[in-house]
């Protein structure tokens, strides 16, 4: 079991066994815990999976009702998705989108697949 292994100030150690859904991180925006799937961060493809920026689902909607997202935005959001260990639910956007790769997403799919993107985060707390 691998755990985390915290020293307080009474000089007490506190070890916590990390498991599939007891790791958390927290908004960069507002601060809410979102939960975090570590087996699937650490098998995704991340180029360093403790460096993840997180920002949670309704920071991110609020930023594309403001501005409406562009491909860069889907790709980046698409991402951090993958990091936060959803590429699963990603793939299943894919079917639903009749597409193979984000880029072959049409111009005017941009906004409903940002929102499905965020409802498979959200689906899934
Ligand atoms: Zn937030």
């Known amino acids: 079991m691998l755990y985390t292994k915290v020293k307080l100030k ?3 150690v506190v070890r916590a066994g990390i498991q ?3 790791t958390y991180a927290v908004c960069g925006e507002c601060g809410k815990e979102i939960p975090i799937h570590l087996n699937e961060v650490f098998s995704a493809d991340n180029a ?3 460096d993840a ?3 949670c689902p309704e920071c991110t909607r609020k930023h594309f009702a403001k501005q409406k997202p562009s491909m860069e935005d889907i ?3 698409a991402t ?3 990091r936060l260990g959803y590429s699963k639910q990603i793939l299943r956007l894919y ?3 009749g597409i193979s790769a984000i880029q072959e997403l049409r111009t005017q799919d941009y906004g409903a697949y940002a929102e499905a993107l ?3 985060v959200s689906d899934r707390n």
């Open 75 to 77: 790709v980046l959001l």
């Open 53 to 55: 920026d997180i920002v």
């Open 10 to 12: 009474d000089g007490s």
């Open 80 to 82: 951090a998705i993958c």
């Open 118 to 120: 965020l409802s498979a």
């Open 48 to 50: 360093d999976p403790l």
């Open 20 to 22: 599939a859904n007891n």
């Open 95 to 97: 079917d639903k989108f």
